[in-house]
């Protein structure tokens, strides 16, 4: 852990819709499928694979929602986290094609299961990545150009300098690249919405029921602290949480601590003076800053923390961060303050796959798997079904070993910051 918080409250736990509770896991049973994990992933994948006849276990070491899927900032960009032009570097042109075709079935898979299963999570349209430098803008034009001529996306709108400034307070953004096709939503209300829409379906889910081992072979069985599933295919969809349990896929990821706050209610009037826009933001730095506004006017704002010291809820980096942005918010208190843990691979695109031939997992979205979950957990439901075509597109990604040891991964994101923040002055 690299944050210490006096105070971890967090706000979508204080405003979440109610939870149905599920039993935790005693005695056997057997399956078609079990998930390990119950955020956007395993849930996803629980409910593609009910819809389409399999018998399906969640297992879920906390409860439902836990992980970053109940914790992050709710955002919406299509795309990857690696922006589309390093994307092309890695995987080349036909894949690209075939990932940006991924992002945007993704965004259908999203909207379609919040309409279908009446999910009440406040979604809210549009993200502004706001640049706040001018080489920060050329880079955002240029991605903006390569994603209309190469996939012909239309739902880029550039916002120049003073329209930003008329959209959101402060003056540390020079210009902005709007996405109308992002958005934000309340993700732990998501989340509980598709365990609600996967247990109606038929998916049986156990909270506080931790996978401790995995009996590999045709028939794969899954150890409990007092119960046993026996199943044909298994599914990690654990992320930067999986490995406290000792079961690594790869060594492709390395988890990230994130940290967001969410201020005091601002008003109605107070609200619409900073932000006076529905659509959330991201910034551009390679340690970004992301904010929105909730339906309750608080900012919720956050970013990467990396602090040693005991931090309280008036004195920490995020809020310091959220004072560079909006210093007019100095006398705003804050309610809330958590954090949460994500997954990141060297490429910054997602790391899903196979080992052994029935034992599947997805992570390390590298902080953008509100959407793409979506339509990797529909790919993966496709792959147990026997359709491999699109999972293979995402196994051929060359993502690298990453060390897996906290002495070293915690100097080594620490230096990553640094050079990225050297390069970000620059
Ligand atoms: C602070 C923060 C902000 C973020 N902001 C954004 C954002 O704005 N937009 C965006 O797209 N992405 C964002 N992300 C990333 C996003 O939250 C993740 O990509 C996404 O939630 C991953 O979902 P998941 O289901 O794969 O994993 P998780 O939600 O982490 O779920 C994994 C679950 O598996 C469980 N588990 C682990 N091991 C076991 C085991 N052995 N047995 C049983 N259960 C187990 C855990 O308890 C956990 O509940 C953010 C992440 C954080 C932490």
Known sequence: MLVFLTNSKNYYEATANDRPGYLSLTGSMTADVCVVGAGFTGLGVALELVLKGFSVVVLEAKTVGFGASGRNGGQIASGYAAGMMDAKQVVGESDVAKLWE???????????????????????????????????????????????????????????????????????????????????????????????????????????????????????????????????????????????????????????????????????????????????????????????MTPDTRLVYGGQDLSWKKQSLQNNSIRSNMLKTFPMLED?????????????????????GRIDSNIYYAHGYSGQGVLLSAVVSDILADAIEGEMGRLDVFSRIRNKNLPQSKLVQVPLLRLALLWNKIKDAL
């Open 332 to 352: 705003v208190k804050i309610d809330y303050m958590w954090s949460g843990r994500f997954a990141v691979t060297s490429s910054r695109l997602p790391d899903v």
């Open 102 to 292: 991924f992002s945007e079935t993704a965004k259908k898979i999203l909207y379609t299961r919040i309409n279908r299963f009446n999910i009440k999570c406040d979604l809210g349209q549009g993200e502004l990545y706001a640049a706040p430098k001018k080489s920060h803008l050329k880079w955002l034009r240029e991605e903006q150009n390569f994603c209309e001529e190469t996939f012909s996306y239309s739902g880029y709108q550039w916002i120049d300098r003073d329209e930003f400034r008329s959209l959101v307070a402060g003056e540390r953004y020079v210009g902005a690249l709007l996405d109308v096709e992002g958005g934000h939503l309340h993700p732990l209300n998501y989340t509980l919405g598709l365990a609600d829409a996967a247990a109606n379906a038929g998916a049986l889910i156990f909270e506080n029921t931790a996978a401790l081992e995995i009996e590999r072979g045709a028939k794969i069985g899954i150890r409990t602290a007092s119960g046993h599933v026996a199943v044909n295919s298994l599914v990690l969809a654990g992320n930067a949480y999986l490995q406290e349990f000792k079961i690594e896929p790869t060594k492709h990821i390395i988890p990230v601590e994130s940290s967001i706050l969410a201020t005091e209610p601002l008003g109605e009037e107070r609200a619409a003076q900073i932000m006076a826009t529905k659509a959330c933001v991201a910034d551009t730095y390679f340690d970004l800053d992301y904010f929105k």
